[in-house]
């Protein structure tokens, strides 16, 4: 984890899903040699942050996957109780385990492996305020990771159900800013077999 010296960031990776559509067994799936979650967690624990928390739901094998891989010494697994409930209950237990004092937390997808490093020094340096949201754009669409200043954590320990935090983003208007980046790989996510195709 590479810490900025003037603001305190964490990082969060949602790897709770259930995966229906991938036929279930997605983030522990190869790829480049690796499981799906290892590009996620590689992701966040090289973004500019002091803390990173993996929400993951009762699956052993996942589990298991992720304790294998060498980056995860320095993240701290959190269990969802009802992931089922959707990305939002997901992303509140997760955020309930965050250290206090935060300047900003980023939001990981754990089915995004390519999202390249500097994309989150770019979002941390982008951000202006507690109460921004920052997030990359590519090619005119808007990706991930998600970064909300630390007046939303507070809303994110709250959420619930299936829309995970979209509702924060439209609810910033203003304080939400969009970054463009050369980097395809914050759209890239994998939600069926044949996404992993070619990559």
């Given at each position: ?6 603001t305190?960031?964490a ?18 799936a190869?790829f ?5 979650i ?8 090289n ?5 990173v928390?993996v ?9 298991a ?11 701290r ?17 997760a ?25 989150s020094?770019?979002?941390a ?7 921004g949201?920052?997030?990359p754009t590519h090619?005119?669409r808007?990706?991930h990771?998600?970064l909300?200043g ?7 320990r ?10 924060l ?13 050369g ?9 069926r ?7």
């Amino acid at each position: 984890m590479a810490e900025s010296e003037s603001t305190r960031l964490a990082a969060i990776v949602l790897a709770a899903g259930l995966g229906t559509r991938f036929g279930g067994g997605k983030l522990t799936a190869p790829f480049r040699g690796r499981p799906l979650i290892a590009g996620a967690l590689a992701s966040a624990l090289n973004a500019p942050v002091v803390s990173v928390v993996v929400a993951i739901g009762d699956d052993p094998d996942l589990e298991a996957a992720i304790l294998d891989l060498d980056e995860t010494v320095e993240a701290r697994l959190v269990r969802v109780a009802d992931p089922a409930r959707g990305m939002g209950a997901s992303l509140a237990a997760a955020a309930r385990a965050l250290p206090e004092d935060l300047d900003g937390v980023f939001v990981f997808l754990g089915d995004m492996p390519l999202i390249r490093p500097d994309v989150s020094a770019t979002l941390a340096q982008a951000l202006t305020g507690r109460d921004g949201i920052v997030a990359p754009t590519h090619a005119g669409r808007r990706g991930h990771p998600v970064l909300f200043g630390g007046d939303w954590i507070t809303a994110l320990r709250a959420l619930d159900g299936d829309s995970g935090a979209q509702g924060l983003i439209r609810q910033a208007g203003d304080r939400f800013l969009a970054v463009e980046t050369g980097d395809p790989g914050v759209l890239f996510d994998v939600d069926r077999r044949e996404d992993l195709a070619g990559q």
